[in-house]
């Protein structure tokens, strides 16, 4: 028996938690970190969302507040089958200014799919020459994090180049709570395979973003040097099968 659903109307996204929502995360003083880019132009247009930022947001000490420059969450989780799988697909174009060449972590256009009952997350990152598929379990802050008796924090990135550069290209991802199993596509390709889960996953946020991945540094963030983003989204479609 199969279930979908369209996630988008874009048109509504000045509508704080109608559909979609600011991303970020309320810290321990009780304040909100919001991946905002302040001077990011935003436009919905053929039903599809489009965002260009010069990043400048920056955080010197914790390093997922400091990774996301402008993010959108969807204002409800999906919730993931007990048995049978889940998908979630869509068209992403990324393309950049200022960033390091054949640097994809100096930023990119991610669809990330976050779990914050357990800290795992399913991701897409997109840049202007290669992609990642990126598979972890994170210290989300204000999440508590399931106890496996293995590695309890980790994020695994896998980079590659076969899809079609600063053009629209379709990447799907497949869960299936009950094998304990991911599946990445790009443009209809399987292009990666995660077997042996340690973590069910219980519901997804999906989340729409513009991002880097840079260490921090002694001295704090080194994220942001004046490099520009522009991020397009299809809607997302969402497929459940369930026996």
């Not at 010069?54 to 993931?80: C, F, G, T």
């Not at 106890?147 to 309890?152: A, F, L, N, R, S």
Request: proline share 5%.
């Amino acid at each position: 028996m199969n279930s979908q659903t369209v996630i988008g109307d874009f048109h509504t996204i000045l509508s704080e938690g109608q559909v979609w929502k600011t991303g970020g995360f309320t810290l321990p003083d009780g304040s909100f970190w919001a991946y905002r880019e302040p001077e990011a132009v935003v436009i919905v247009r053929n039903g599809f969302l489009y965002v260009r930022a010069q990043l400048s947001r920056q955080h010197n000490h914790v390093q997922i507040l400091d990774n996301a420059k402008h993010m959108y969450y969807s204002a409800k989780p999906v919730e993931v089958p007990e048995d049978g799988e889940i998908s979630f697909e869509l068209q992403i174009r990324a393309r950049t200014q200022g960033t390091a060449p054949g640097d994809l972590y100096d930023g990119y256009v991610s669809l990330n799919l976050l779990d914050f009952t357990t800290g795992a997350a399913l991701d897409f990152f997109a840049g202007n020459d290669n992609y990642a598929s990126v598979y972890g379990v994170l210290p989300f802050p204000g999440v508590t994090v399931p106890e496996t008796g293995g590695t309890k924090y980790f994020c695994i990135f896998k980079e590659a180049a076969d899809f079609k550069p600063r053009e629209f290209n379709t990447y799907k991802i497949t869960y299936h709570r009950g094998k304990d199993e991911a599946v990445f596509y790009v443009n209809g390709q399987e292009v990666r395979r995660e077997q042996n889960v340690p973590i069910k996953f219980n519901s997804f946020t999906i989340a729409l973003g513009i991002m880097t991945e840079k260490d921090l540094t002694p001295e704090g963030s080194v994220s942001a040097h004046g490099q520009t983003v522009i991020a397009e989204w299809s809607p997302v479609t969402v497929t459940t099968t369930a026996k």
